[in-house]
């Protein structure tokens, strides 16, 4: 629940998280000018988006660097454990399972779905991948409230039904469709071939 | 050069896009109002978007379909072939070589580097891997201008920096890891499990 805080900000902090990772073990402090500067953003900005986490800067020196990753992770639930499933075990798909990525933010693979026959039973990077048809049954078993849908266009939106009726409620789609889902769920549209033209009309 | 279109706006117009693409044949006209409800949008937002690119709206009627499509096609520049490269022939890598979404945005996938000797000199999806050590000849000889960056974070930079400095533009990265392009360069950062984990905190 945290519609207090934009979604811009919010899509900010992973960023934060990984370069303070990225920071070695001789620092002890970061000041919020010199995570601005390492990233190229305000500091102001910095501050801000920072402030709404549990982290508390101190004057002149900055924050504790321990503290401001455990922050950071605590803010963005990563250690919280939750279960995912990924419907579409095709090319990109089955590279989403094999991405160990995941886990940093608490989140675990625990299946995919799909409906090819050859594929149905067998396990991609240790995961089963199950039948499509029984996502309901699947989702539930699971207890997985978080999905990435990988089908092509056309199916998207009836999964993404599917996926909603049984109670999931963050759904990322790699679909080129615009997916409606009920108020209460979140969905991100990430259209990969659009991205990359949107760029090219940038640049 | 669409430094005066808002970035909000430019990713908007795929999705226009996509949508008008599924209209059926019945359609001739369709109006902001229609196109605003059906993707869950505001109207006059709708109506801003599409002032950007050349389509004219009729009083009353709306768009003629056709008109609204190509000028749409036009100002994302789905009509001007460009050559892409994928960096990292990984599971992510592979999946992008193989989608066949990127020919509806005029962009060519036309080859992949990687460093694995296992893959270099082989094809993906009919695409020759080339031998990472040589970015620069490779980007030259395809006259690349658009890439996808797929390898681990630790060696995304390095990447991007050879990238940039044999003329590419436009940069999408999926490495977990903040990207600095000088500022006529364009990166777009795509963390899959940080996408994830932010929805998590929104749901």
Redesign the interface.
């Known amino acids: 629940m ?2 207090d ?1 934009p ?1 811009t900000s ?2 900010r ?3 934060y998280l ?2 303070l990772k ?1 920071l070695g073990g001789g620092v002890t402090y970061v000041s919020s000018g010199a995570i601005a500067r390492a ?2 953003m305000g500091e102001v900005l910095v501050r801000k988006d920072l402030a709404y986490t549990s982290a508390q800067g101190r004057t002149r020196v900055g924050y504790l660097l321990s503290e401001l990753i455990a922050a950071l992770e605590e ?4 250690n919280d454990k ?1 279960n ?1 499933a990924i419907v579409g075990a ?3 798909g ?3 399972l ?2 160990g ?2 886990v ?4 675990e693979l625990v299946a995919a779905f799909d409906n090819d026959a050859k594929k149905i039973g067998t396990k991609i990077a240790g995961k089963p991948v199950l039948d499509a048809a029984e996502i309901e049954s699947g989702i539930t078993s699971h207890a997985v ?2 999905a ?1 849908i990988c089908v092509p ?1 056309k199916h998207a939106q009836d999964v993404a039904d599917r996926l909603v009726a049984c109670g999931v ?4 789609n790699f679909a ?3 997916l ?1 889902v009920p108020e ?20």
């Open positions: 945290r519609s805080v979604i919010l899509q902090l992973p960023v990984n370069y990225t990233l190229g803010f963005l639930g990563c939750k995912a095709g090319g990109l089955s590279a989403l094999a991405y990525g995941f940093n933010y608490g989140i409230t978080l990435v266009a409620k963050s759904i990322l080129p469709v615009l409606r209460h769920c979140v969905v991100r549209n990430i259209d990969v071939a659009a991205n990359l033209a949107v760029l090219c009309s940038m640049a």
